[in-house]
């Protein structure tokens, strides 16, 4: 009866300490300093746009036209949110898609190849 009291007691302290270590890693990873979350963008498989910060200095609003091999798109960085504000792709769901502010959002055009992400 001991040997199973012990093990049970183990067993529970190593499954808290990794929902613990979870927990923090995505409280960090989510809620960190928003100054510290960067900007890139990916298209025909090459980084076109490269760790660009989602806060300008001023608030400033800046944007990027990128050409890929299958067309143009345009992003929008401002107050902390990135968006695609034109594509001359048909069916123009990155254009439709809310924008990004945390770390992990995507926002993705099939068509052309084109990711924009935040890290």
Known sequence: MKKNG?????????LLICVSWIFIREVRNNFGDPKNLRVFVEADGATRLNGT???GEHGE???YEFQTSKGKNKIRIKDGYV???SADCDNQDCVHHVPIHKRGDRIVCLPHKFVVSIK
């Open 61 to 63: 609003e800046v944007s």
């Open 6 to 14: 012990f093990f049970s007691v183990a067993f529970a302290t190593i």
């Open 83 to 85: 968006s695609v504000i």
């Open 53 to 55: 910060p989602l806060y």
